[in-house]
């Protein structure tokens, strides 16, 4: 694998990490919403997260994330990188390797 390519393994691994753990290693701050009641999912927890100076609303159900605020979400960890970084794929796998995910 060279340093800037992205193997198979680890897009699958990132892929399916859960946006929770994610947002929690990416953020500068990141705090969960204990008041917050799922509708759709159980499983769905709501935070509180700032990365870069800017302030996120997350919904996390699992390797999904939507931000509340701007009304977009996605799947995987590189898609909520990018989102919360306002950057590309190769700077967001940059950030997921350098956080040891």
Not at 48 to 53: D, F, P, S
Not at 77 to 85: C, F, G, I, N, P
Request: charged content about 25%; hydrophobic content about 40%; proline content about 1%.
């Amino acid at each position: 694998m060279g340093r800037q390519s992205v193997d198979n393994s680890a897009l699958e691994r990132w892929r399916n990490l859960d946006s929770a753990h994610v947002l929690g290693v990416i953020a500068d701050f990141a705090k969960r919403d204990a008041e917050y009641v799922p509708t759709k999912s159980a499983l769905s927890t709501r935070w509180h997260a700032t990365v870069g100076g800017r302030d996120f609303e997350i919904l996390c159900t699992g390797a999904k994330f939507l931000d509340t605020r701007a009304n977009k979400g996605g799947g995987g960890a590189v898609d909520l990188v990018m989102h919360l970084t306002d950057s590309d794929f190769k700077a967001a796998a940059k950030v997921l390797r350098s956080r040891g995910l």
